[in-house]
């Protein structure tokens, strides 16, 4: 159901989308297909996202709700990956301050420790291992 906009004249997302809160371009968080293509051209080009770029990639402004949201689309993404063979990819999603996977990334992972310099050796090898084996590499995306 569509629902006019006071005092715009056209429609709440026309209006969202004209005040730029939300992009006419906007994806969902749960696409799978789309988000791991984001992923695996980051691992092609050897960088990490962060959750807010992520988000802005997908046309949606960094909330924790959404943040949430696309996690979930990670670890669905890790999973089939898992089974094919890949290495991980949610892992090249970083918090902007200290460039490592959010908390809830690490819960149920035999990680050393989710901060500090053992959790960004741990981190980085992970990473280098999406990058290697995603690098010149196109017969999967």
């Given at each position: 159901m569509t629902r006019a906009a006071s005092g715009f004249g056209g429609t709440l997302s026309q209006w969202l989308e004209a005040e730029g809160i939300v992009s006419a371009d906007a994806h969902d968080?749960?696409?799978?297909?789309?988000?791991?293509?984001?992923?695996?051209?980051?691992?092609?080009?050897?960088?990490?996202?962060?959750?807010?770029?992520?988000?802005?990639?997908?046309?949606?402004?960094?909330?924790?709700?959404?943040?949430?949201?696309v996690c979930r689309t990670l670890d669905a993404i890790d999973r089939a990956g898992?089974?094919?063979?890949?290495?991980?990819?949610?892992?090249?999603?970083?918090?902007e301050g200290d460039r490592l996977p959010g908390q809830g990334w690490w819960v149920g992972r035999d990680a050393p420790t989710w901060e500090g310099s053992v959790a960004r050796a741990y981190v980085d090898r992970l990473q280098q291992a999406a990058f290697d084996y995603w690098a010149g590499r196109t017969d999967r995306s």
């Open positions: 968080l749960g696409d799978v297909v789309h988000v791991r293509a984001l992923l695996v051209e980051a691992a092609r080009e050897g960088r990490a996202l962060s959750y807010s770029e992520l988000l802005g990639k997908l046309g949606h402004r960094f909330t924790r709700p959404r943040m949430r949201a898992a089974a094919a063979g890949e290495p991980g990819l949610a892992v090249l999603v970083v918090r």
